[in-house]
């Protein structure tokens, strides 16, 4: 059976991301069509083995079930030349990466922004490589910018931020452009805010200046005013 258009746009933006739920895919890439036409391709995509379904989303605060979150499945690994095995969990850190892009179209529909470039695990040399890469136009402002994105679920412990930092330090020291994106951790919640923030008051005054941290839902105009 032949794939349409928005067929591979659906296995593309899943290989991206490694993980999607389908209300990134539904927002995204089906939102000129009604609520039941993304159901029937993911439900036609999963039958035919293109895409896999991990589980659901866990939602609230006390785990609930949420929507469904897909992978690629076997045909879909085989036609993008995707090499490892199927996750048998869902991965969050991928979701809140997709969660984060979806903000920033959000907010570029709203007029806020222009996303310009953006690339999910950009490689910084020597040693880093950023979660999502994004190159952003502030029409209001009339600037450019663009920030190395670091998606943080709380569980990586002072020492690793700071070897994290440091090699984005390093990169900045090799680099010979005239400017270095911004590093900004996007965090959940306020309680992460102020451990980072105050992780990072910690550091070197250069590397400081690097760093910026934000909880998730102030991403906007965090960039916005970075």
Known sequence: MELSERDL????????????????????LFEDRSHSVPDKVLGRLVRLGYLSRVGRRATGSKGGAGTYVYQLGRAGRLLLEVDGRLSPNVNNHALMMADTYLELRRAEKAGLLAVTDWEVERRVPPSVRADLYVSLDFPSQGRSSSFFLEVDL????PARIREKVAGYWRAVEMSTADYFPYVVFVVKDLVRRSELARLFRQLPAEQQEMVRVCVWGKLVSTLSEA
């Open 9 to 28: 746009a659906v296995l593309k933006l899943t290989r991206t991301f490694s993980q999607v739920a389908s209300t990134h895919l539904t927002e995204l």
């Open 154 to 157: 709380s569980t990586e412990q």
